[in-house]
T-cell receptor, first 111, second 116 residues
Framework: AQSVTQLDSQVPVFEEAPVELRCNYSSSVSVYLFWYVQYPNQGLQLLLKYLSGSTLVKGINGFEAEFNKSQTSFHLRKPSVHISDTAEYFCAVRTNNDMRFGAGTRLTVKP | GAVVSQHPSRVICKSGTSVKIECRSLDFQATTMFWYRQFPKQSLMLMATSNEGSKATYEQGVEKDKFLINHASLTLSTLTVTSAHPEDSSFYIC????????????FGQGTRLTVV
């Protein structure tokens, strides 16, 4: 079975600073990769996904992520964060009949 | 994107009773449904995967007799927490997909279950 590791449980950052949320995965089969955002007491909203093709994917709210197969990573980045980006972010890996999540990274944007 | 409706959003029940949570795909046919449980400030833990018309596949450690999953149609899956206890209190989230690998899974808004 595949697994997902989010290396940072909490990331504090100042407004307008760049941010990177790290995600590594392991799997014996090909996977598809996702980043989701979750606000308190809500479900998940898809930020972006990598299925195939270009390894740099752009998502909503100015986020982007780069798939690196050799390093089995899918790090999420944003060049300039806003207060409203404060939330929990989850990296997820999907195979044919399975979808698993990392432990999550709490992004806190400070003024 | 596609819409998944999960109901109820919040439920409080007495210990020993059963609670049913519904997950509906409103504008697509969901051949696969995933059920997750999320404890406070933790990640989503996959409980089970169900395919329409067949029995759900439960993750190790998840009691199938306690968490009954039914996926009788392509637009509806239900999770019933039987004989609920306070330790079952949690946030339950469903997601629905169309089965093909790589297809995005769409998430419901979650159900906050509190057992008193």
């Amino acid at each position: 079975a595949q697994s997902v590791t989010q290396l940072d449980s909490q990331v504090p950052v100042f407004e307008e600073a760049p941010v990177e949320l790290r995600c590594n995965y392991s799997s014996s089969v090909s996977v598809y990769l996702f980043w989701y955002v979750q606000y308190p007491n809500q479900g998940l909203q898809l930020l972006l996904k990598y299925l195939s093709g270009s390894t740099l994917v752009k998502g909503i709210n100015g986020f982007e992520a780069e798939f690196n197969k050799s390093q089995t990573s899918f790090h999420l980045r944003k060049p300039s964060v806003h207060i409203s980006d404060t939330a929990e972010y989850f990296c997820a890996v999907r195979t044919n009949n399975d979808m698993r999540f990392g432990a999550g990274t709490r992004l806190t944007v400070k003024p | 994107g596609a819409v998944v409706s999960q109901h109820p959003s919040r439920v409080i029940c007495k210990s020993g009773t059963s609670v049913k949570i519904e997950c509906r795909s409103l504008d697509f046919q969901a051949t696969t449904m995933f059920w997750y449980r999320q404890f406070p400030k933790q990640s989503l833990m996959l409980m089970a995967t169900s395919n329409e018309g067949s029995k759900a596949t439960y993750e190790q450690g998840v009691e199938k007799d306690k968490f009954l999953i039914n996926h009788a149609s392509l637009t509806l899956s239900t999770l019933t927490v039987t004989s609920a206890h306070p330790e079952d209190s949690s946030f339950y989230i469903c997601s629905a997909g169309q089965g093909a690998r790589g297809t995005e899974a769409f998430f419901g808004q979650g159900t906050r279950l509190t057992v008193v």
